[in-house]
């Protein structure tokens, strides 16, 4: 045989061989695989008694220094495939296929450039991707780890992390899918701890805190950028920039380093309430109800249930169809209580869960074909028109600590009953964007607050100048003593934040000139009182006081000037150190008060935009105004871009006109941002049409003629002003005399009746006297 | 998809049966042979002519003159009215309900159900007033019956234009009176959904029969008194 034919036959060999073990292999694999996900049968939880195990799958002595915390991935993940349960829904977002129907966005709130902007990685109508509007996945986290459960943007593969420099991710570590924030049983199971551990750049160590496993100090967001986790910890500062570590709860282990970790199968609605709840605004919450499901002693998980690839039932109609997992048709609420498929055949197992049947006496068929369930049964009912609620994520609800955590911003508005991609109408949860963008074409982009914060300049910032001075001034102020702001309605006092607080001045008026006072119990002194520095008999504590103001001011960081006092034609000022009194200058002689001196010129201590600004939005939710509004787009202007910059607030556009006056329009980018809602679903007795059609039906019913103006973070009457029935694409006209009908519908129903029986008898006599005929009978009578 | 069939079949039925029993009983070449493959293309040709022919003189002006000679107009008012109030009421019923329930995916919905509704209570008291005061009109005298097999042969039945005519209107009752019962018994909290399922369906179905009774009925009505068309 010829060299080239003994190689041929050697290669042909080899590749025999390969081809014969490669299968062979891969099966073993998969046998192993498929074992870990199948079910033994047992209904019982095993105890999970098991050795922790860090990122580098090196065991964790929690007695040995400084141990690392530890690692899902590889704690879990010998028996449960990691890979797997990334594809799932909740850490799957990124990488998704198929977006799914419409949820929840994560919502950026910004109050100072008035932003709400609807984000997600999937490709739901109204919110953003992340990537394009500039957030890197550690952009992402750091907004909104705090709701997260790790995975997903909070994880990302070492590629992403190179290719974001900027990033710190090498100090932070990556929060892994946090499996105990679902399954743990404990009540040590603590989000708001992993909250804190996130803000704290903490990631790795975060499930390791909330979880309880051990206890985590330290903070990775004041460590060098430089730092890495085998750098140990930072021997120079044991107060400040100190290094994270984990200290475990030693009683959870066994002799053989083996944690005990409670878990369930089925997570609690706890678990799943740390992000998914939903509460009416300024509801008690002993007033409130839990979904009917709830109350029967049903879980989350027992409707919204997953394999171990944690694609988990979400229960919309045509889920099944999307997904492919025919399963998810026994979830809806048409297959557990009709088992009806979604194209209304009966191919479900009905009752699952002991799920009633439902009998919807009376009720036609056409609310079958056009409504979903959740309209008449799930959400506050549309009485007085919608609900403002707040969400887990979009208020930051469920985080307890020393700070308030939760916010009024965004509103969220419930039930607006819209229809679902052209398919029937819903309830759904509403919220109106608001964001500055600059066109790229027809496309809106929107631009990241603080790229807008620093083309806006001063403009976005006179509560914090108003603020800085009172803030300095209570440093010298008595016990019984608040420096305030009186403008218009409205006092204004400094907080614990540093911020400001509006409150109403009874009996003032709107055009209250400005004056900074004292508050002394419910009295508002003049901060420079009635005083004559001329007179002989003066009263040296003024004086005094005078410079006690002046020395405070001094401290007011980015003054525009040096402070001063002017009373009667008389000007105060500190000279190295010491109060000077000169005579005022003739453009002050009318003036009396605190004022700032900028080389040569007068100012007053807050400026007049400061002062309008701050009361025109005084005692209400809004965090601009038209002139600020107006100022930013053009300062946007300036920037350099050769666009057109514009702002969306309330359903409305706005931009600046060739004018320079604002301009607004309706614009797609404006339209609110909805997405279904299906809890808290109410008792038979509470839902709608229990009462009778009229319940919709009706000339003036909520349902159809709730109107919803648009809201957001800009002061104007610029908004949108919507009825419910056109969210449902109905015309209102029709509706308004369709529900007007229904007054007349008892006379008609008699009328019916009436006609009806007449008309039946003598049908019914007729064939009575035909058939007497036949028979012969009443010719023989 | 079922009852869009049905109809079409149904109307098909009417009008094939309708014309060849004016074709039967007025054209003497219908009788000139005995093969029936002769006589369905004689009925054919006819049928053909008679198409284009009335096609030549339809016309709105035509119509107009049609209508304006009923003799409902020469009625008492107030016999009048209520025959306008019962034609104009069913025409307007027939028109939308089969209009929607043919073409409309989403079926009758809107203004056109408002009207639909209103039109359906119009109709039911005309046609209790009509059954009131002119059934007795339509009450035949049939012979006591003989049980005998020649009560299975079509020709010994006496079956009659007239007494098809008065079956007709009785079926029509019959479909008002089933019409008005599915329509009535929904709005009442008595039926579940399987229940309001099947009255929808019937009240299609007593909507398809009464068009049909209506139109043997108007047939005979018009065409048997020699009028023309």
């Keep these: 045989m010829s060299r080239a034919g003994r190689l041929a036959i050697g290669t042909l060999g080899l590749a025999l061989a390969v081809f014969a073990l490669a299968p062979a292999g891969s099966t073993a694999a998969a046998g192993q695989d498929a074992k870990k996900a199948v079910w033994d049968g047992s209904r019982t939880t095993p105890a999970h008694l098991i050795p ?29 495939d990691y890979k797997t349960i990334q594809g799932g829904w909740h850490f799957g977002a990124m990488t998704a296929t198929r977006n799914g129907r419409p949820g929840e966005p994560w919502l950026q709130v910004d109050t100072k450039t008035g932003t709400v902007l609807p984000l997600s990685y999937r490709k739901w109508p109204g919110s953003y991707d992340p990537k394009a509007v500039g957030f890197t996945a550690w952009d992402f986290t750091l907004l909104f780890g705090r709701h997260l459960p790790g995975g997903g943007p909070a994880e990302p593969s070492d590629e992403k992390v190179r290719a974001d420099p900027a990033s710190r991710w090498n100090v932070s570590g990556r929060a892994e899918i946090n499996c105990l924030a679902c399954h743990n049983k404990s009540g040590r199971q603590d989000p708001s701890e992993w909250a804190k551990q996130i803000l704290r750049e903490n990631l790795r160590w975060a499930a390791t805190a909330a979880g309880g496993v051990g206890e985590v100090g330290g903070m990775a967001s004041r460590l060098k950028e430089t730092w890495d986790v085998y750098d140990g910890p930072n021997l120079d500062d044991h107060e400040w920039a100190v290094v994270p570590s984990v200290k475990y709860r030693s009683v959870d282990f066994d002799s053989k380093h083996r944690y005990f970790f409670d878990l369930n199968y089925q997570p609690s609605d706890d678990r799943c309430l740390a992000c998914h709840s939903v509460s009416p605004k300024d509801a008690a919450q002993w007033s409130a109800d839990a979904d009917v499901h709830s109350t029967a002693g049903l879980k989350c998980a027992d409707c919204h249930r997953n394999g171990l690839g944690h694609a988990i039932v979400r229960g919309y109609e045509g889920e099944a169809a999307e997904t492919g997992n025919r399963t998810a048709e026994s979830f809806t609420c048409r297959g557990c209580h009709l088992g009806l498929n979604e194209a209304g055949e009966k191919s479900v197992v009905p009752g699952r869960l002991g799920a009633p049947f439902p009998k919807h006496t009376g009720l036609p068929l056409v609310h079958f074909k056009r409504l979903s369930c959740t309209v008449c049964h799930s959400g506050p009912k549309p009485i007085e028109g919608f609900t403002r609620v707040r969400t887990s994520r979009a208020n930051r609800l469920g985080i307890y600590g020393v700070a308030m955590w939760s916010t009024d911003l965004p509103v969220v508005i419930e039930p607006v009953y819209a229809e679902v991609a052209g398919q029937k109408i819903a309830p759904n949860r509403l919220v109106w964007p608001a964001f500055w963008a600059k066109m790229s074409g027809k496309d809106v982009v929107p631009l990241k607050p603080e790229d807008v914060e620093a083309a806006a300049g001063d403009i976005l910032k006179p509560e914090e100048r108003i603020a ?47 004056l900074w006072g004292i508050r002394k119990g419910e009295e508002v002194l003049p901060l420079v009182p009635e005083f004559d520095p001329a007179a002989a008999d003066k009263d040296a504590a003024v004086e005094t006081r005078f410079l006690e103001f002046l020395q405070a001011l001094g401290t007011v960081p980015l003054a525009p000037g040096q402070p001063a006092i002017v009373v009667k034609k008389t000007l105060y000022r500190l000279v190295d150190g010491f109060l000077e009194m000169s005579e005022a200058p003739a453009e002050l002689a009318e003036a009396s008060g605190p004022c ?16 309008r600004t701050v009361t025109a939005k005084a005692g209400t939710e809004q965090t601009l105004t038209e002139e600020q509004v107006a100022l ?10 050769n666009t057109d910059f514009v702002y969306i607030s309330g359903g409305r556009m706005f931009r600046l006109g060739k004018d320079g006056k604002l301009a607004s329009k309706s614009d797609a980018a404006a339209e609110p941002v909805t997405w279904p809602l299906a809890h808290n679903v109410r008792p038979a007795q509470q839902s709608l049409g229990w009462k009778g059609c009229t319940d919709c039906h009706s000339g003036g019913s909520d349902f159809f003629f709730t109107k919803l103006r648009g809201t957001g973070p800009l002061l104007t009457a610029n908004v949108e002003n919507r009825s419910a029935a056109s969210f449902m694409g109905l015309g209102g006209l029709f509706q308004r005399f369709f529900g007007l009908s229904f007054i007349t519908r008892p006379l008609f129903k008699v009328i019916l009746a009436v006609c009806a029986i007449v008309i039946g008898s003598l049908v019914f006599l007729a064939g009575l006297l035909l058939l007497g005929r036949l028979a012969g009978f009443l010719e023989k009578r | 998809m079922l009852f869009t069939i049905v109809a079409l079949l149904s109307v098909v039925g009417v009008v094939a049966g309708l014309t060849f029993h004016r074709f039967w009983t007025t054209r003497e070449e219908a009788r000139s042979t005995i093969i029936y493959v002769e006589i369905f293309k004689k009925y054919l040709a006819w049928l053909a002519l ?33 025959f306008i109030g019962f034609y104009g009421s069913f025409a307007y019923l027939a028109a939308s309900g089969f209009f929607f329930a043919i073409f409309v995916p989403r079926g009758l919905y809107g203004f056109p159900l408002v009207g639909h509704v209103m039109a359906g209570g119009l109709f039911a008291a005309c046609l209790a007033v009509i059954v009131i005061f002119k059934g007795r009109n339509f009450i035949s005298v049939p012979k006591p019956v003989n049980l005998s097999l020649a009560l299975l042969d079509p020709r010994k039945m006496g079956i009659t234009a007239a007494r098809v005519k008065f079956a007709a209107f009785w079926l029509f009752v019959l479909a008002g009176f089933l019409l008005a019962l599915t329509a009535l018994l929904p709005m009442l909290p008595l039926l579940r959904t399987a229940g309001q399922r099947f009255m929808f369906e019937f009240h299609r179905y007593s909507a398809l029969v009464s068009a049909v009774a209506a139109a043997v009925y108007v047939d005979l009505e018009l065409f048997e008194s020699g009028r023309p068309c």
């Design chain 1, 468 to 514: 800085r001075v009172l803030v300095a001034l209570s440093q010298v102020m008595a016990e019984d003593e608040v420096p305030v702001l009186v403008s218009g309605r409205f006092v204004f006092a400094p907080n614990v934040d540093g911020g400001i607080d509006a409150s109403v001045r009874a009996g003032a008026k709107a055009d209250t000139p400005a």
């Design chain 1, 632 to 641: 930013v787009l053009a300062a946007l202007a300036k920037s350099g871009e």
């Design chain 1, 596 to 611: 700032w001196l900028a080389e040569g010129k007068f100012l007053p201590l807050g400026s007049d935009f400061d002062l």
């Design chain 2, 50 to 82: 008679r198409t284009i022919q009335s096609a030549r003189k339809a016309s709105p002006k035509a119509w107009w003159d049609y209508v304006k000679a009923l003799p409902s107009w020469r009625l008492p008012d107030l016999e009048k009215w209520l």
């Design chain 1, 52 to 80: 922790l195990r860090d990122e580098n799958d090196e065991p964790i002595i929690p007695t040995e220094t400084n141990p690392l915390p530890y690692s899902a991935r590889f704690t879990c993940g010998p028996c449960h």
